[in-house]
């Protein structure tokens, strides 16, 4: 066995300054106006919004068409949001981001459309298109905020003839994360 030398602690250079103690806490990005929102007045008129709590996640859903909840949503668009994932899953949000990804790809497999990563300024972004039955094209995107642990998960459910329109309204929805 080698023999390891004593380490010796230099002092630093005079003009060095020390990072401050709580510097991850001051580089985190505040967290998205997403818990702040009020949603109610950004659906457009004559749109139905439904808000629910399930276990770890946040839901919103937005159709045109009337629905109880999230076993009769069809047409329209859903936002998932998984706050603090390290705290309520034990697991970064990416992580959370990829397992939902692959229950998708294994739920649609043969109705796979597309799968992308996309640029994004604030969060981490990646998607994927499928088939739902009745002509219903679907795309989940999933954006990931690193610095604080969110997940927002963005669903378009719509015919391809009314594709323009919901996408329309969940460009909006993304710009208010």
């Not at 709580?22 to 818990?35: D, I």
């Not at 749109?47 to 045109?64: N, P």
């Not at 649609?108 to 298109?129: E, P, T, W």
Request: net charge positive.
């Amino acid at each position: 066995m080698s023999q390891s030398s004593p380490v010796t602690e230099m002092a630093p250079p005079k003009n060095f300054t020390k990072p401050a103690k709580n510097s991850s806490n001051a580089e985190k990005k505040n967290r998205s106006p997403y818990f702040k929102f009020g949603w109610d007045r950004f659906i457009p008129v004559n749109w139905q919004l439904r808000k629910e709590q399930l276990g770890l996640f946040h839901q919103i859903m937005l159709s045109k068409n009337q629905f109880k909840g999230a076993e009769d949503f069809d047409v329209g668009l859903k936002l998932k949001v998984y706050p603090k994932t390290n705290l309520s899953y034990q697991k970064g949000a990416f992580s959370v981001a990829l397992n939902l990804y692959h229950q998708i790809r294994k739920q649609y497999s043969n109705h796979l459309i597309d799968s992308q990563f996309k640029s994004h300024q604030r969060f981490k972004v990646f998607n994927i298109g499928y088939q739902l039955p009745h002509q219903v094209l679907a795309l989940t995107e999933f954006y990931i905020d690193e610095q604080n642990n969110d997940l927002f998960v963005v669903t378009i459910q719509s015919p391809q003839s009314s594709w323009y329109l919901h996408q329309q309204l969940a460009e909006e929805l993304i710009s208010r994360l």
